[in-house]
């Protein structure tokens, strides 16, 4: 007896538009934020300095710190990214009077440096809400049947799982669209919603059902506070048994 299986054998490989490697550029948990960097603080940016062709400098007011807890500091100087370097395609972030979030730095020569992770947002979130937005640099996109995620049948239902990212944790709408394809789209949905205050993400799903073997791809696109479209392109092999 033959069965039509499913097996996944690639997971999201393809071109991430540049301006979008900022929530993507280096997986992490929350627990991989607090043991990678030196300084970890919550805070506002009182000041800033530039001048042409260097680095940003800021000063940062601390309302708490992460870590060390030893660090009695009440403020905190420390250097952007050079303006005119990019790091793995993604721009110098840029920080300005009154901003207020979570500081990442790490410790350069005497200096303290931002990394291009750091949270920052109007909103009076706590550390653990912006602790909470690195879950979602793990897996953003992932696909699920029967709550598992090894093997993959023909006409049961496949869900679809996207974690998507609110980068300044604002209150905001989205509009997100999904599709699988065989060459052509097999499958298209658009879904719409909100995020609240202070959530550093939210999962969005759907599902479909594969009538027939093949290699599917699918993708997912939205506008995320003007950023352009991200592709997911997924490879499927089907075996007969």
């Not at 301006?19 to 970890?40: K, Q, R």
């Not at 790490?106 to 949270?119: A, F, K, R």
């Not at 950023?227 to 048994?241: G, K, N, S, T, V």
């Amino acid at each position: 007896m033959k069965t039509r299986l499913l097996v996944i054998i690639g997971i999201v490989f393809g071109t991430i538009i540049p301006s979008l490697v900022y929530g993507l550029e280096i997986p992490m948990t929350a627990d991989d934020v607090i043991e990678n960097f030196d300084l970890i603080v919550l805070g506002t940016v009182t000041n800033v300095k530039n001048a042409d062709g260097n680095p940003p400098e800021f000063q940062i007011d601390i309302e708490q710190v992460v870590k060390p807890q030893s660090f009695e500091g009440k403020t905190i100087t420390a250097i952007g990214c050079d303006p005119n370097k990019n790091y793995r395609g993604t721009s110098c972030p840029s920080f300005e009077m009154g901003q207020r979030g979570l500081f990442l730095l790490s410790i350069s020569g005497n200096e303290y440096v931002v990394s291009s992770l750091s949270s920052v947002s109007e909103p009076r979130c706590t550390i653990e809400q912006y602790l909470a937005r690195y879950r979602g640099l793990v897996h953003d996109f992932f696909w699920t049947q029967d709550g598992q995620n090894d093997v993959f049948f023909t006409k049961k239902p496949v869900a679809i799982h996207y974690l998507l990212m609110n980068h300044d944790m604002k209150e905001k709408d989205y509009s997100l669209h999904l599709n699988a394809h065989t060459g052509n789209s097999v499958f298209s949905d658009v879904i719409n919603g909100a995020m609240s205050h202070c959530t550093a993400f939210t999962e969005v799903t759907t599902s479909f059902v594969p009538t027939v073997m093949g290699t599917y791809g699918f993708d997912v696109k939205h506008n995320d506070g003007g950023r352009d479209f991200m592709d997911y392109p997924l490879l499927i092999m089907a075996q007969h048994r």
